[in-house]
């Protein structure tokens, strides 16, 4: 299972069941198309439904199959990048309107899943951005500095401080993110796909698009078993698409990356 980087590892082992659904066979109408059944498609589902819209998903696998149910459950409140430099990257008033969303981000998923109950582990203990040496210690302090200029709920620690939170290390201070938190990413997914169905949204897994064509007033959007008419599509494909949206696959750029547990791992 640790060999094919397409399992969930240790996610799939402490994950509730995935709610039952099914591959897409015969005709369907629906307002909405999502296509993709992960963070994006179904936060999309559960809101259009709860708005009383008509929602249909296709997943091309089994929901959570993609990012969401392989990541490493750090919920974040922001970007990588610094938030000035987004900001004038982006230009005024697009970087403040990206960075603010970004910074309650956290906030609403977190809403999200209280509101229903979400089995999903959360830990809303925030999260820690520890720094090597000094060049990494100045790039934390920029970070709060940005932030704090934001009014975000940020502190940074001294290497003592830093030591005495996570039970030692020689790290030289640590930036604390009040506003961030965890979660288990497979359980959370197949949650969401649990409150999307009870809003009324139709789920259909195995059910990869294989042609959609825009007939002008309508999409008309094809798997190997069915089809569905919809006034709207919401392509939520991510990285995974098979070239039916050049254009999403163009934005995107082919990073490799290892999650690597430190300590004695359990084999599975
Ligand atoms: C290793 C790793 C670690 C990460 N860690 C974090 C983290 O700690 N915190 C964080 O915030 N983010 C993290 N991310 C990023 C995060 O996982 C993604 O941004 C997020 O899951 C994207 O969700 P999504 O719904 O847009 O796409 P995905 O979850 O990738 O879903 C896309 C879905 O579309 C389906 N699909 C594709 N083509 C078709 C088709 N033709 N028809 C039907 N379905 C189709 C796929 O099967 C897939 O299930 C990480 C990502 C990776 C890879």
């Known amino acids: 299972m640790r060999a094919d980087p397409k399992s969930h590892g240790l996610w799939e082992l402490t994950a509730p069941a995935p709610a039952d659904t099914g591959p897409l066979v015969g005709d369907a109408e629906a307002d909405v198309v999502v296509i993709g059944g992960g963070y994006t498609g179904l936060s999309s589902a559960i809101h259009l439904a709860e708005a009383g819209v008509r929602v249909g998903l296709l997943e091309a ?54 509101k229903h109950g979400i089995e999903c582990e959360l830990e809303r203990a925030g999260t820690l951005h520890c720094a090597v040496g000094r060049r990494g210690l100045q790039e934390i302090e920029m970070r709060a500095e940005q932030w704090q200029q934001r009014g975000a709920r940020v502190v940074l620690l001294n290497a003592e401080e830093t030591r005495r939170k996570i039970g030692g290390g020689i790290y030289t201070g640590a930036l604390l993110d009040e506003r961030a938190g965890t979660i288990q990413p497979l359980a959370y997914v197949r949650g969401l796909a649990r409150v999307a169905l009870a809003a009324g949204a139709k789920i259909f897994t195995r059910s990869q698009v294989l042609a959609a064509s825009d007939t002008g007033s309508r999409w008309r959007i094809g798997t190997a078993k069915g089809s569905v008419n919809a006034k709207w599509i919401i392509v939520a494909t991510d990285a995974y698409g098979n070239g039916l949206w050049s254009q999403v696959r163009r934005e995107q750029i082919h990073l490799p990356y290892s999650i690597l547990r430190r300590g004695p791992c359990r084999t599975i």
């Open 61 to 114: 696998s089994e929901i959570g199959f993609g990012g969401s149910g392989r990541n490493v459950g750090l919920v974040n409140a922001g970007m990588w990048i610094m938030p000035d430099t987004l900001a004038a990257t982006l230009g005024s008033p697009f970087g403040e309107r990206l960075i603010e969303p970004l910074s309650r981000g956290p906030q609403k998923v977190f809403e999200l899943i209280e």
